[in-house]
């Protein structure tokens, strides 16, 4: 083990590389990552570093986007099937069925989305200024991809604009029930419940804090509670309980597991380093993604 790690790290100098790794990665990942963190962030951090390689531990729109924004990086997917359901869920043709079925809506779509959904789309926003970003537009009517939780949550958010979601779900965040929150707040009562924007309109009402991770880890950070009950996908626990030895964590349901995200192994960065795997090509048309969180 300690062989492919140090294996790794020859490899990632000789080629001037940089690895990142999404919070919902295994820790075995996060603990060989230069960076840690949710797929725009990562991307934004990767473009300012002068490596000439990029390794993104995560699925295939995190890396897509990752080329998006460094054009002149060679950026690898260790491994070339994990892919994310959501972002499946939304094509381009829907984009423009969309367009004809809402003439002059704004289409916005999620950053987890394909780089060819966000090519077609008028502005991409991620789960952290989705509802600041949606505000600022000047169309009074918004289609919203591919999240239908999300975009609820926009639309309850934002009530002076009309907000059409689209049908698409994260199916490990839509699985969790408000049953599970009480079953959860039973054990622990005295615990802070927060939960991610991409979890049913339900189960979003029932929180005290909703946000994206890195929203949630800052937030737990900031926060003078000591118990959690952390509602978005389990490989977060790793990074709160590093960073926060002294609280208590719950995960709200052990459903909250993404098996494309957790695909990704050591023996796949070392490979992905030594030999190529999936080379991914910039698209033509860029795609915005406003800075403000
Ligand atoms: S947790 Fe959901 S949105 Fe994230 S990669 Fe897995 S299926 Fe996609």
Same mark, same amino acid.
């Given at each position: 083990m300690q062989d492919i790690e140090k294996r790794i790290a020859q490899l990632k100098e000789e080629k001037n590389a940089v690895i990142l790794a999404h919070y919902y990665q295994t820790g075995d990942i996060i603990d060989i990552a230069d960076m840690v963190g949710d797929s725009y962030g990562l991307s934004r951090k990767a473009k300012e570093? @002068? &490596? @000439?390689m990029i390794v993104f531990c995560g699925v295939k729109f995190m890396a897509e986007s990752a080329k998006i924004l460094s054009p002149e990086k060679k950026v690898l997917l260790?491994?070339? @099937? &994990?892919?994310c359901p959501l972002a499946d869920m939304v094509t381009s043709s829907d984009i423009e069925r969309l367009r004809r079925e809402y003439p002059g809506s704004a289409v916005v779509c999620y950053v987890n989305s394909t780089a060819e959904v966000k090519a077609e789309s008028d502005i991409c926003v991620t789960s952290a200024n989705a509802v600041d970003v949606v505000k600022s537009l000047k169309e009074e009517r918004v289609v919203f991809v591919p999240d239908q939780n999300l975009g609820h949550y926009v639309a309850e958010k934002v009530p002076e604009k009309e907000i059409i979601p689209f049908s698409g779900y994260c199916i490990v965040h839509h699985q969790v029930s408000v049953d599970d929150v009480k079953k959860v707040l039973d054990a622990a009562p005295d615990a802070l419940l927060l939960v991610h924007p991409e979890c049913t309109p339900d189960v979003v009402n029932k929180a005290d804090f909703v946000g994206s991770t890195a929203q949630i880890i800052r937030h737990v950070q900031q926060s003078n509670h000591k118990k959690f009950i952390i509602g978005t996908e389990m490989g977060i626990l790793h990074v709160l309980k590093k960073k926060n030895p002294d609280k208590e964590f719950y995960l709200l349901t052990p459903k909250l597991y993404c098996t494309n995200m957790k695909k990704t192994k050591r023996l796949d960065v070392l490979h992905a380093l030594q030999y190529g795997s999936m080379k991914l090509r910039s698209r033509k048309k860029s795609w915005n993604v406003r800075k403000k969180a």
């Open positions: 570093t @002068d &490596a @000439d260790p491994v070339p @099937d &994990a892919g």
